[in-house]
């Protein structure tokens, strides 16, 4: 029983990035995930196939620390395209910062759905669809 | 012969006879001189009628004008010749007649005389014209002759042909032209000096009139015993005279005895020249205008006095019409002096400030001017002259004289001082105003000795009698104050001067002056006083003071300032003898300061021997005096040098925990970063692997967990040596040569240059070396390294420069790459961060940049970042100066 067509799990750390794959596989939410190392390649994918909604994913967890671009940069972007999208995206950020400041300034992109901290857990994983 | 021959001859003897008659005068004349008939024309010419003529005396009717001519045809006919000639005779005395004659005889058959027969054409008009001529070339000869100058003829080759009187008279009996017919002037070097024979000879060239003056010759004159030689001028003319062929026939020489009006003329001349020499010479400008007002004359005088460079300047100057001359009224002095025909004086001032045209004096004169007309002897032309005297410093001397005076008027007001004299053998005193205002007495009140003795007191008035009493006695010059009292109490004090006018030994007069010391007097009581009060407040006062002269000469010490020099300072010592601590110290260039710039000067001195500080304030006074504050310093300044130890090591202290305390929220947040991921991964994994329902899995579990905690190990070291770099402040400094350095690192990381092919430039000379730690120092420097070789940009080949200089006291390293570059908009704020990377290269674990930063920041430097993507980095570190 797949809740969630497409997931892109977003993280330049590699241990996260299989852990991630490993739990939402297991807790059977979706089996059509995509692992990304840095925010750069999400964009140029959602540059790639904007008008395509079945290549777009459900949802997205979006780590913030990361080379290259990091999370916000890739917020940044994604509000300039977010309302052309053929269809709604959820994203989540999914972060080991517990900074106050970093939930504060999540909070003000409305499009992201919630903050969640690492490590991932079922718990999180079941309210996620 | 036969008849008809005979007629035909009378025939023929009557057309002779009638042609004669019709142009020709006959008449027929007895042998005893009657006359026996005339024709016509005849009777026509002599206006007679024929009884009147005929048996009249030939000779009686027609008188020959030249009887000598006449006795001789009377002659020649009665021996039977026949005559030709003009004949002369007036008819009855008075007309003239004229004829042509040819007078033959005729004789009888005796051969006697019969008559004689006149015919001849009447040339009376012909005749009477040429004897006219006669006479008037006669005449004019005679003139020629006769004229008071010389003519002379001569030949075209220059030989003299004729001369009237005069010109024998000028040249002498014994002159050649008179004695050698053949003697040729224009050969002889006497007039070829003179001149007369060029004249002559262009005169034959060019067939022109020509005059010249010359000096023919001299003359001597005798009086009584002396002899003068005085030269002889003649004007000499030449003019040529032609034939009717245009032919140069004769020339003329005409000379005219011009001595008397050369004479004159050169009298005139020496006269104007001496004229023009005073006029020149006269210690007065001279300027002489014509009726237009244009100056045509200025002389010497003027010329220097004007200064005027350039004559030609004042050519174009019309005193009618020039500016400055109109601004000064010059037009009207000269108009004046035209018009009414006056002669005007004044004085004038000037200003040649005001013209720069014509006359470069460029200052203010005064001049006496007079203008007067005068009328030239020559063309009656009425001109002007000005005679211009500069009396600029006459009268500059009267102005002063004037001023001198009215200064001295006023002084004696101002300063109340007048004059007196005694004069001795009267005993009258004479007072000037002054004098009388100052003993309130009125002008001009008659005063004797005894009078003016009893204006004062009596001890003064016994001081004066005595003075005045020696004075005339030995000549002992006085100066005495005196009192008197006025109404109402009021006491005047006077200071007297006086001395001796001696003339023959005895005095004459006492004369001098009187001041009203009145106020002088109340004031240097009250200066007394007052120097009394200032030197107790300056001795009460908790500070050094002394007053003295810009050398140095002190006037006033006060108790304190002797306590700091350590004895009693006597007035007029030199502050440098008696405080010789003073020497080799600021004082005296400060001193000097305060003189020459007239500002307070403000310094501190330190004394080593007795370990004083004491500051000092220079103050310069309005009578050109100095102010000496002195202050002594030396518990304020230990204090305040404590004050400013404790100061710094508290502000060193917030410097290091401010530090500290960024550094500590630094530390927090990467904790919270770097280590909360991979324990959360860690807390993951450990539930994954609780949860793991086969062995397999769990063994997948464990390795991901040995991975997670390689990671955190390895994040712990990086943290562990930020936290050593930063904990040890006191870390070994050492003096360094970047290049050695460079060379060291070069060496560890060779295989790593020589695989990237690094091309490593390095320029240090203008900051070889600095104290720094060497550990550091060698971890800067690879680090960069590294990173030029691990960002090397595939398109070209890597490079890297480095360079030092001293900006500021403090030595600046740049290291510039030629690499891939960052984009400092998007990561300029975390370059420098804990594991931040910006590329995708797999070495890359973003530690280095901080790690360098930590080192050069905890040695109190600074680094910073230039970057463009695509073109290198450039990396500016500053080092804290020592």
Known sequence: ?129 | MNIAMLDQHYRHLQHLEAAINACALSVSVNADGTISSVNNLMLNALQLPVSAIEGQLFEAILIPVNRDQWTAIVQKIAGGAAVQEQIGFLINGITPLWIEAGINPVFDDNGQLAQFLLIGLNITERKLSELRIQEDEQYFRQILENLPIGLQQFSPEGISMEMNSRQREIWGQDHPFLRQPDYNWLQDPQYRLNGLTRLFEEVREGRKTQKREILLNYTEKHYDDITRIYPVYFEATVFPVVDKQSNMANLFLILDDITEKKLAEISLQKSERLLDNIIENLPIGYIQFDNFGFIRRINQTQRNFFNSPHPAARRQFNVMNDEFATTFELDDLFQRALQENETIRLEKKVDFTKDARWTSVQREVYLDLTVFPVVNPIDKERIVVALVNDITDKKTQELENIKNQEFLLQTGQIGKIGGWELEVATNTIRWSDQAYHIHECLPGTPLTLDVLLNFYQTASRLNLAHHIETCIRTCKPFDVQLTFSLQKNIIKRIRCIGQADVTSGQPQRIYGVVQDITEQSAIRDALSRNTELMRLFFDTMDMGYAAMEPDGRLNFVNQKAEKMIGRKVPAGANIFEVFPKLSGTVFYARLQECIKQHTSQSFGIYFPLPDKWYDFLLTPMQDGGISVFIRDITESRKMQKELRKANDQLSNLNKNLVNQNKQLEDFAHITSHNLRAPIANLKALMQMHNEATSGQERELYLGMLHEVIKKIDETLNDLVEVVQIRKDVNVEKEKLYFADRLQKVKDILLVDIENSKIQITADFEKAPALVYSKVYLDSILQNFITNAIRYRSPERTPALRLQTWVENDAIILTVEDNGVGIDMERFGNKLFGFRKTFHKNKDAKGIGLFITKTQVEAMGGSIKAESKPGFGTKFIITFRPE
């Not at chain 1, 330049?12 to 840095?38: C, L, T, W, Y």
């Open chain 1, 1 to 129: 029983m797949n809740l969630i067509d497409m997931i892109f799990i977003v993280d330049d750390d590699p241990i996260h990035q299989q852990i991630a794959k490993i739990m939402i596989e297991r807790q059977g939410i979706s089996s059509n995930i995509r692992v990304f190392s840095d925010a750069q390649e999400v964009l140029d994918y959602f540059r790639e196939n904007t008008k395509e909604a079945a290549a777009l994913p459900d949802l997205i967890l979006l780590d913030l620390n990361m080379p290259v671009m990091d999370g916000w940069e890739f917020l940044d972007e994604y509000a300039g395209f977010q309302a052309e999208l053929p269809k709604s995206i959820k994203i989540f950020v999914l972060t080991s910062s517990i900074d106050e400041k970093d939930k504060e300034r999540v909070r003000s992109y409305s499009f992201v759905s919630g903050y969640l901290t690492k490590p991932l857990s079922k718990e999180i994983i079941s309210h996620l669809s």
